[in-house]
């Protein structure tokens, strides 16, 4: 692992094998380049002398592991900005510098990764995940917000922080276009700078596949004690039709494994049952059980092997159930032709509202297991009640311009 390291930074420029990194954003920077490895990224850079309310990206070359960043915000016409990292992974929303003189500093870690494991094994990433930016060699930051200020960026390595690991399919991914959204990049939001968050996850994934393409094993390339490993699988797995295949042995045989190799590392394991998909009985009222046995499944492994387990198909289905047949649709991708160049009628995947619903379910559920996790919790947390979600008419959200009307994989 050092050796896979200093070859790393030495290809680096020397300005950034330093690993701590200060930038000026009130003073012009350069556009990102190799030779440089840094600067504005994605999107035309912003003009620092006459700011719009256009968002932009900014982008650092570093190796694998977690870093600190810090951003000071503010600007000369005031401002209302909205972070986030890699892929939309929500740090931080609609933090207001409302005067010229206001200023406000926000702090986080955020976990960087590659495909590379250890000499030639590297992740099995797909095709459609090679332009992620959850993959890429850079740590990218995304400025957003209905008026985005950001003053000065400071970014440091942090190896001292507990890492937490998520492993699920698209209901849990970084999802890097709109209108799509999961749990996974929205639970970011709710811890302060003393805890990271690397999400794994994919589109189309079952534990088996997950296990196969190395994803696993990229985990424990960095899993060490105190670090935590969430699993939610089951929406995929099934599908799956080969002999054997089924909740009771090859679901749950996948699960064990999961539990073994995350514990032979030191780390603690928790379980999430598969969210539900929105799928109403007749009575438009009550919600159909699509998911077969493998909820209950994933709660025999929690009972046998003693792993704590928050359970997401209840709070799920409490959630959908409360806003309705008609009003649960704001929390997945139903939009009109006009939105998005096509109608999107999904009953499985979040939108943006819907996965920061889902987040504060996960953060409930580790409450209520009592992890120690919610120590870190920001101090502008406050409690959630599936039965008495948040208003979808006021939920804010500044839209990344990055967009697709492709449907994730998986179901």
Known sequence: ??????????????????????????????????????????????????????????SVRVPDGNYRVRVELGGVKGGNTTVRAEGRRLMMDNILTPKKKDTQTVEFV???????????????????EKDYLAWDDKLTLEFNGAQPAVRSLHIERDDQVPTVY???????????????????QMITRWFGPQVAISNHAESGLTARTFIGSFRLDKILQTLT??????????????KEKRPGDGAWYHYQYQLKI??????????????CTPTQRRAFESDGKTLKNTHGDFPAAMK????????PLIDLNQMTKVLFETLGYENSKRALVHYP????????????????????????????????????????????????????????NTFLWAPSPMTENTKPDGN
């Open 110 to 128: 955020v976990n960087k990764r590659s495909p590379l494991i250890e000499g030639d094994k590297r992740v099995k990433i797909k095709d459609r």
């Open 258 to 271: 999961f539990v073994d190799q995350v514990r032979a590392k030191g780390a603690e394991i928790v379980f």
């Open 337 to 392: 032709k006009e939105v998005y160049g096509h109608e999107l009628a999904d009953n499985t995947h979040f939108n943006p509202y819907g996965a920061y619903e889902v987040a504060k379910c996960v953060v409930m559920g580790m409450k209520q297991l009592q992890l120690p996790l919610v120590q870190y919790l920001r101090p502008d947390w406050q409690d959630f009640n599936p039965a008495q979600p948040d208003d979808w």
């Open 1 to 58: 692992m050092k050796r896979i390291l200093f070859s790393m930074l030495a290809s680096l420029p020397l300005a950034l094998q330093a690993q701590t990194f200060d930038f000026d954003l009130t003073k012009p920077q350069p556009v990102y380049n190799q030779q440089d490895g840094y600067g504005y990224d994605l999107l035309p850079a912003p003009n620092v002398k006459k700011p719009t309310a256009q968002p932009f990206y900014f």
């Open 225 to 238: 004690k105190g670090d935590y490993v969430f699993v939610e699988f089951g929406h995929n797995d099934e």
């Open 166 to 184: 998520l492993c699920g399919n698209s209901t849990v991914v970084d999802q890097n276009y709109e209108p799509w959204a999961s749990w996974g």
């Open 300 to 307: 025999e492994v929690a009972q046998r092997e003693r792993v």
